[in-house]
C-alpha cells in the first residue's frame, strides 16, 4: 500500500477547505495557460486543476477540448479561427502553439459568459513540461496538482488512447519528480484504472455529474459516469472507493452533507466543481466538503475567511 503523500493537500478539517484553481482561474485570466496558472498561485491557491491531451507528436498539453475552440483562439493574424474547429490530436505541438489563446471572443456564448476574464495577446496552449517547470520552481515547491485526463469520447477503442495517454504523462511525472504531488483525475473511470495500473503510487480522484446543466455548452462534455449508479440506486462514494480511488469530485448540484459523511466514513476525500458563487461557495462549505474547485479562487478566499477557515 502506498501512503500517498499529496492526500493532506487535497484534505479538509482542521480549520480548511481546500481551494483548487479550476484551469488556473478562469474568471479572470485565460483558461488552462502558465499566465493563468502564476496569476492563480500569486493568490496563495496551492493545488491546480488543468486538462491534458495528446498533440499530433503526442506530446502532453494543457487545453480542455479535443477541438480548438474557436470562441478563445486566434490565428498567427489575429483574426478568431474559422470553419471547422481542428482536432488538438491532428496538430503538432508546433502548430498548435501558432495559435493565440489569450483572450475570448466576447461575441460568443462562452466568451460572454465569463465576460471579466482579462484579454491578453501572444498566449499559447502551454506543454504540460512548461508548467511543470514552472512548479518545479523554488517558491513552488508546495504546489500541488489535480491533473485531468482528457478521454476522446469517439474513440471506441480506448485500450491505445489510455496507454498512449497515461504512459506519456506519467513520463514527464517522473521526470520532473512531482509524482508525490499530484493526483490524477479523470470523467472516465476506466482511465484512471490504466492510471493505477501504470503508476499505482498516484491516487486518482473520480469525476462524477449526474446531468448535462446549462453551463456546459460550448464545452466538451464528460459522458454520465454518475447515471448508471442512480440506476441501480448504488452509492457512487462506495463505488469510487471499490474501484481503487481516493477522491471523488462531484459536481455541486450533486452534493449533499449525507454524501459527503458517506464518502470520508470510507476513507474519501470530496473536491467539488466548478463553484463560483457565493451562495454555493457557501452550501459546499457548509456541506464539508475537503475542496472547492472553482473559477474564482480569490472569491472562494473571502468566504472562507469569513466563516474564520483557510484553504
Ligand atoms: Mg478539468
Not at 159 to 172: I, K
Not at 233 to 262: N, R, Y
Request: aromatic fraction near 8%.
Amino acid at each position: 500500500m502506498f501512503d500517498f503523500p499529496q492526500l493532506s493537500a487535497f484534505r479538509g478539517g482542521n480549520g480548511k477547505v481546500r481551494v483548487i484553481g479550476h484551469r488556473g482561474a478562469r474568471e479572470i485570466m485565460p483558461e488552462n495557460t502558465i499566465e493563468g496558472f502564476e496569476f492563480t498561485l500569486s493568490l496563495g491557491v496551492k493545488a491546480l486543476e488543468f486538462d491534458v491531451l495528446l498533440t499530433a507528436d503526442q506530446v502532453p498539453v494543457i487545453t480542455h477540448n479535443h477541438r480548438v475552440s474557436a470562441a478563445a483562439t486566434r490565428n498567427p493574424d489575429g483574426q478568431w479561427l474559422q470553419g471547422i474547429e481542428p482536432k488538438v490530436a491532428t496538430l503538432s505541438l508546433a502548430q498548435l502553439q501558432e495559435l493565440d489563446v489569450g483572450g475570448l471572443d466576447g461575441r460568443t456564448r462562452y466568451g460572454q459568459k465569463f465576460s471579466d476574464q482579462a484579454f491578453l495577446n501572444g498566449v499559447r496552449v502551454p506543454s504540460l513540461t512548461a508548467l511543470l517547470e514552472l512548479v518545479t520552481k523554488t517558491a513552488y515547491l508546495d504546489v500541488f496538482l489535480m491533473l485531468e485526463l482528457k478521454s476522446d469520447p469517439l474513440i471506441k477503442e480506448k485500450t491505445h488512447e489510455y496507454n498512449q495517454l497515461v504512459s506519456a504523462v506519467v513520463a514527464l511525472l517522473r521526470e520532473y519528480d512531482v509524482s508525490d504531488r499530484t493526483v490524477l483525475h479523470s470523467f472516465d473511470w476506466d482511465m484512471l484504472k490504466e492510471c493505477r495500473r501504470q503508476a499505482p503510487d498516484i491516487p486518482t480522484s473520480y469525476l462524477s455529474q449526474a446531468s448535462i446543466h446549462e453551463a456546459d455548452h460550448d464545452e466538451d462534455t464528460p459522458d454520465l459516469v454518475h447515471l448508471k449508479f442512480i440506476r441501480k440506486k448504488d452509492s457512487l462514494p462506495k463505488a469510487i472507493a471499490e474501484a481503487g480511488g481516493q477522491l471523488w469530485c462531484p459536481h455541486f448540484s450533486d452534493v449533499t452533507s449525507d454524501l459527503v459523511d458517506e464518502a470520508h466514513a470510507i476513507g474519501l476525500l470530496v473536491s467539488t466543481w466548478t463553484v463560483n458563487k457565493r451562495n454555493d461557495i457557501l452550501s459546499m462549505i457548509s456541506a464539508g466538503v475537503d475542496g472547492i474547485v472553482t473559477d474564482h479562487p480569490g472569491r472562494v478566499q473571502r468566504c472562507l475567511l469569513e466563516r474564520g477557515l483557510h484553504w
